[in-house]
Structure formats: C-alpha cells, structure tokens
C-alpha cells in the first residue's frame, strides 16, 4: 500500500525548511550531499520522499538547527531602495506579533490586488508602512495596562 502524498505546499516548507538549517548550521555544499546520501541515500533534497524530509529535518535540529523558515529573508535580495522600507514593515509587524501574511492582507485592503511584498513598488510600501505604523500606534494606545487597571500602589 503506498502512502498518499503530502500537499505541494507542505513540501516547499519542509525543503525551505531544510535549506534554512543548512544554512544556519554552516554547512558547506559537499558536507550537505553527504549528509543527505547518509540519511536518505539522495545527493538533493528535492529527490527526497516525505518521510525521508521528515528524517533529515530531525537530524538537523539535533544537531542544532531551529529548523524555521525566515519569511522576511527576502529582503537582503530587494533592490536597495526598497530596503528600508521593507525592514520597516518588518519590524513593525514583528512588535505586533503578526507575519508578512498579515501585511500583504493590509495592501489588499489599501490597493485592491493581492501582491507579495516582494513585488510591491516604492510607493505601494510606502503606504503599507505608514498604515501598519499607524495600526500599531492604535493598539498600543488601547491596550490594557500590563497590570490589569489595577493601582498597586494606592491603598484606601
């Protein structure tokens, strides 16, 4: 009986997944084939099953690696312009605890297409920074205090 296979996408995000332990453990490209015929007898990790991917994951967070995927990586690859504004973005959504979905879901709203970051022009993330700076002032503005609304110092 053959196992069903996992969806497309879970697979780009165990390979994704795979290539960002590579890199964050140092390993060098003959290291990492070798690695790779050790666990699962494959010189590339596109040539790996689902539960062989599963496999060489464990093994590289053994060995340290988060195994976790940075979603904001592309931003060393944006054209330098676009740069500041990208990281801005980036951490305006990080002190809001939300992921780079969150602000492509705020560019809908404001442009009406549904774009990736990645291909956003200036003024486009210009607009996005301004609206998620804006949103993370309202909440911070209208957030409980951190103890409750209670006077600890006050006694009656």
Known sequence: MTMPAKPKSARNSELAAIHCAKKELGLDDETYRDML?????????????????????DHLKSRGASGKTNEWSFIERAAEDRKPLLRK????????????????GVALTQHGVARRLEMMDYSELWKLAGALSRTQMFKAKNAPPPDGGIDQGKRS
């Not at 015929?37 to 994951?57: C, E, N, Q």
């Not at 973005?89 to 492509?104: F, H, P, Q, T």
């Open 37 to 57: 015929w050790t666990i699962a007898r494959v010189r590339s990790a596109g040539d790996l099953g689902w539960t062989d991917r599963k496999r060489v994951l």
């Open 89 to 104: 973005i980036c951490a305006v959504c990080r002190a809001m605890k939300v992921g780079k979905r969150y602000a492509e």
